[in-house]
T-cell receptor, first 112, second 118 residues
Framework: GQNIDQPTEMTATEGAIVQINCTYQ??????LFWYQQHAGEAPTFLSY??LDGLEEKGRFSSFLSRSKGYSYLLLKELQMKDSASYLC?????????????WGAGTKLIIKP | DAMVIQNPRYQVTQFGKPVTLSCSQT?????MYWYQQKSSQAPKLLFH???????NEADTPDNFQSRRPNTSFCFLDIRSPGLGDAAMYLC?????????????????FGPGTRLTVL
């Protein structure tokens, strides 16, 4: 079956670093996305990985290991505005329209 | 700015009273999606349009219908809303996966419509 697992909730301190993990089991693989979603708002695109390794974009980095079915999102220098849910989504290449399989999201709580 | 717009942002309806949610986009994207998202859950794909081709997910209830009269607009009709249909409804767009040079093909979301059923 198709499945994406993320921790339900994490807590971190302002200014610190946090790593949000995502594991996936899908029929095929054609890229992994991370989205940020503030409460009551729509998801916004953060990052995309299709090859193994680390992609860095400012305070946010995303890592992928295709052989392990594993990704993480790394957030540095945490700010209060980073309090949000972080959704991991995988694009299944065997879906004719390349649909996304979504995780339920990790709610990140930042404390002062 | 190019964007995805949803109206209304908040919709209150009565049990069994039909409701229509709208979505428009200025991104000129070929693909449009409707998702249902309940609190602390993953977005659940209801429908998507690949150009004019309509794709209904196998587990989308018959109570939900969709129309895409042109490239820019898409509607979600809920014929007889039940209490279980209360949720955030998200519209999203993307380019076709096969478009050269657009390897990301990430989905761009509208702000969502929060539906309350009384």
């Amino acid at each position: 079956g198709q499945n994406i697992d993320q921790p339900t909730e994490m807590t971190a301190t302002e200014g610190a670093i946090v790593q949000i993990n995502c594991t996936y089991q899908t029929s095929g693989f054609n890229g992994l996305f991370w989205y940020q979603q503030h409460a009551g708002e729509a998801p916004t695109f953060l990052s995309y990985n299709v090859l193994d390794g680390l992609e860095e974009k400012g305070r946010f980095s995303s890592f992928l290991s295709r052989s392990k079915g594993y990704s993480y999102l790394l957030l540095k220098e945490l700010q209060m505005k980073d309090s949000a849910s972080y959704l991991c989504a995988v694009r299944d290449q065997y879906d004719s329209n390349y649909q996304l399989i979504w995780g339920a999201g990790t709610k990140l709580i930042i404390k002062p | 700015d190019a964007m995805v717009i949803q109206n209304p942002r908040y919709q209150v309806t009565q049990f069994g009273k039909p409701v229509t949610l709208s979505c428009s986009q200025t991104l000129n994207h070929n693909v449009m999606y409707w998702y249902q998202q309940k609190s602390s859950q993953a977005p659940k794909l209801l429908f998507h349009y690949y150009d004019k081709d309509f794709n209904n997910e196998a587990d989308t209830p018959d109570n939900f219908q969709s129309r895409r009269p042109n490239t820019s607009f898409c509607f979600l009709d809920i014929r007889s809303p039940g209490l279980g249909d209360a949720a955030m409804y998200l519209c999203a767009t993307s380019r076709k996966p096969a478009d050269s040079g657009f390897s990301y093909n990430e989905q761009f979301f509208g702000p969502g419509t929060r539906l309350t059923v009384l």
